[in-house]
């Protein structure tokens, strides 16, 4: 039985946890550097690389200018010390109503793992498969 159940809620936050975040910014480092690694070769590789940067920087970007704008909008300004676990636990609070924080976490992490491995998939398989001259 759950706790809505019996009556009680579960605390919500509107706030991903750090290691969220952390593990946002990972994965897009991951993403980067597999792309980096596997796709470095041929004569655009300066420009190649200037988008996969810019891509990057627009990927991190984005979450922290959010993050960034909700810690200075926030009623409350003191530093959650929440453990991962007890804010996987707990509810979070969205547009559309509220899920469990271990489902808004991955929704948020599941599409970016997905690509970060696909494309070092992807580059394994560009690397192994398609000859290199020079090699």
Known sequence: ???HEHGHRLPEHDALHPLVYRTMVALTAWLVLSVWVFFDRGSYIGLTLAMITVFFIIIVAIPTLIWITWRRNASVKSEDKE???GWLADEFRTWTGTVSGKEAAMQILLP????SI???VFGLVFHLDVPHPGY
């Open 1 to 3: 039985m759950s706790n």
């Open 83 to 85: 453990s991962l676990r």
């Open 112 to 115: 970016l793992a997905a690509v």
């Open 118 to 120: 696909g494309m070092t």
